[in-house]
């Protein structure tokens, strides 16, 4: 849809017109916009980038600084600095004129209503949380027990100044009774996330807890991440989702890192606040964090426009520099399971983006701010030195669920990660770690590249699968481990699983070859309806135990159904201890697992719809089709979340 005018005419007119030119006048556009996008010259007064209003590989994002105006060629969308702001910050245009005026410092004359008859604005958000930072700096300054902390963990005055760290007393309303004397309203404290409502009504989210300001890329506090001084819990806590604070798309640190980024075209995702300030203090100056979320998808089109990402073939490709070609994306992630599935997912996201990703995992499992206060400056640098490409850090944390000095072993290392490698789109690249992959498995690479070339189908992938599975406890992979569990809960708890919904997984919601056939093998066999129609059965004729017996009954049923092979590791899983011991617990241990089960095969296939609506004409019915299906997965999701 294009769109190359905003309507200013039709806003109501708070603003003299004189005012808003004056701004316009001050404002340059390609300061403006280089705050958001990564832009590079394009001819004789021209600039472009990535488009930060729809997905692209290549830049069709122009500004033009002599005429003051943008305009992206790929999705029709394009105006003046106004209207960019407008749509990137999510804002009415009179706080688009509000939020450029502060930036060029021009005073705006404002209208004579009162406050209480207006509207929560993001300007006065925004305000409301700069007075806040204030009011936790200098609560830090009076609480020795608050400075000692980080002090204790290497961090001096000039440094906490640098990331405006505070403290929130451990008091129910002082914060609150601070912005009520400042002229805030109930409405706009109520809109700031900084509180939280009881019986009683309003008191401060944030108590006895160290702060760190969350900005904007632009520089201005949205929200705030904590961390409790003490044992209270939890020991976490951030800003919830509000109208200026949107997790999903905010990267810690990104205020100060992102002219770092944009020149040097890397930038090192931390897992936490204090990472990022020790990876600044050691010349790490490209390091950001997410703000407690997951890497996602909205981070990946931030990153995107900053490094300035290409989908050429050269991407990723490593120089003897140590440098990438199409710029990096390094992520530090701890060596225990949740940093290895953090890594995994990131693997989902588009191959261009995964080639260009790097992993970078301390030896010892510690982060980069543990790793700074114990070794110093040049042991975080060579950190991030350290890093290897994400398609082998993926699948060799595959391999390391496999015996390799076993022959066995072996065979089940290639079965595992031969459709990984399988799924490199990319012709020369997915040679390369055939190639590899025959030298970590030390195996024959004809072998190899047969099992690659088989695995490329979901028919090959079905037919791959070993004689013999790893016991749970040694599986390194966590959407590995969630499967075997369900599948446990599924073969040896039956009625439970049915209770959870199991007869409703499509088949695509196991991605591990075996597990996808014993998975088939179940269904064949009637799901767990079948099972619970033999126990009735069982049970109106009297038989004793009648639900051991249809379980029994059951897992017979399914091996029937199975190539001997996966009948071999049905039998394996229905027999495998089960971590939950306690019978009152079992319900909702069953649930809980079939639940986590569900929202990964959701997740799953929201990412394979979004890739084919970027694939896709959004003309054509087929993209109509998507995007309702997408839709619908997406409500799916949140309501397994709240379950």
Not at 425 to 443: F, I, P, S
Request: charged letters at 25%; hydrophobic letters at 40%; glycine letters at 10%.
């Amino acid at each position: 849809m294009a769109c190359s005018t905003v309507r200013h005419a039709e806003e109501p007119a708070v603003i003299p017109r004189e005012d808003i030119d004056k701004v316009r006048e001050l404002v340059r556009i390609e300061d403006i916009v280089g705050d958001y996008v990564s832009l590079k010259h394009a001819g004789s007064g021209s600039m472009k980038g990535l488009c930060p209003f729809h997905d692209e590989k290549s830049p069709s994002f122009h500004v033009r600084p002599l005429v003051g105006r943008w305009h992206c060629f790929g999705c029709g969308e394009g105006g003046d600095v106004f209207s960019f702001i407008e749509k990137i910050e999510h804002i009415p245009f009179v706080e688009a004129i509000q939020f450029l005026a502060r930036k060029v410092g021009v005073e705006l004359r404002d209208d004579a209503r009162p406050r209480e008859d207006r509207g929560v604005t993001r300007a006065r958000l925004v305000d409301a949380h700069t007075q806040a930072v204030e009011f936790y700096r200098q609560r830090l300054a009076e609480n020795t027990h608050a400075r000692e902390f980080l002090t204790r963990r290497g961090f001096e005055q000039p440094v906490i100044d640098m990331f405006e760290v505070g403290y929130s007393p451990d008091s129910w309303d002082e914060l609150l009774r601070h912005l009520r004397a400042k002229g805030f309203t109930e409405k706009e404290l109520a809109a700031t996330g900084l509180f939280t409502t009881g019986t009683r009504g309003m008191y401060d989210r944030f108590r006895g807890r160290l702060m760190w300001p969350i900005h904007s890329i632009t520089g201005e506090t949205i929200g705030f991440g904590a961390r409790i001084l003490g044992e209270g819990q939890p020991k976490y806590l951030n800003t919830p989702d509000s109208q200026l604070y949107q997790k999903s798309k905010v990267l810690y640190g990104l205020d100060l890192a992102k002219k770092h980024i944009a020149a040097e075209r890397q930038i090192v995702i931390v897992e936490g606040y204090t990472d990022v300030m020790a990876a600044h203090i050691a010349g790490v100056t490209t390091a950001v964090a997410t703000c407690g979320t997951a890497f996602g998808t909205e981070h990946t089109k931030i990153v995107r426009r900053l490094i300035g990402d290409s989908a050429s073939p050269s991407a990723g490709v490593m120089l003897s520099t140590g440098q990438s070609v199409g710029g990096e994306i390094i992520f530090t992630f701890d060596g225990d399971a949740a940093g290895q599935k953090a890594a995994l997912r990131a693997y989902e996201e588009d191959q261009a983006f995964a080639a260009q990703t790097f992993i970078a995992v301390a030896k010892d499992g510690k982060d980069p701010a543990d790793v700074w206060l114990e070794k110093g400056d040049e042991a975080v640098k060579a950190l991030i030195d350290s890093r290897e490409p994400l398609f082998a850090f993926a699948i060799r944390s595959v391999l390391k669920g496999a015996r390799l000095d076993t022959a066995e072993g072996r065979v089940a290392g290639l079965r595992a990660a031969a459709p990984m490698v399988a799924g490199i789109r990319d012709r020369v690249l997915r040679g390369e770690y055939t190639r590899q992959l025959a030298g970590w498995l030390g195996m024959d690479e004809d072998t190899v590249r047969g099992y690659v070339r088989g695995a490329s189908g979901s028919q090959g992938q079905a037919r791959q699968t070993p004689a013999q599975l790893a016991p749970r406890n040694q599986l390194r992979d966590p959407i590995e481990r969630i499967e075997r569990e369900s599948l446990e809960v599924i073969l040896q708890m039956p009625n439970y699983a049915g209770a959870a919904g199991v007869d409703d997984l499509p088949s695509e919601t196991f991605v591990v070859p075996v597990h996808r056939s014993i998975h088939d093998a179940i269904r064949a066999a009637g799901g767990v309806a079948a099972y619970s129609l033999k126990a009735d059965e069982f049970a109106s004729r009297g038989v004793a135990d009648a639900g051991g017996k249809a379980n029994a009954w059951f897992i017979d049923q399914v091996c029937a159904q199975a190539e001997p092979e996966v009948a071999t590791a049905i039998s394996q899983i229905a027999v495998a201890p089960i971590p939950q011991t306690d019978p009152e617990g079992m319900w909702n241990y069953a649930r809980g697992i079939i639940l986590s089960l569900l929202r990964l095969g959701v997740t799953r296939q929201i990412g394979e719809i979004r890739g084919r609506l970027q694939r896709t004409n959004p003309e054509d019915d087929e993209y109509v089709a998507l995007f309702t299906r997408l839709i619908q997965l997406e409500q799916q999701k949140r309501a397994y979340e709240e379950a």
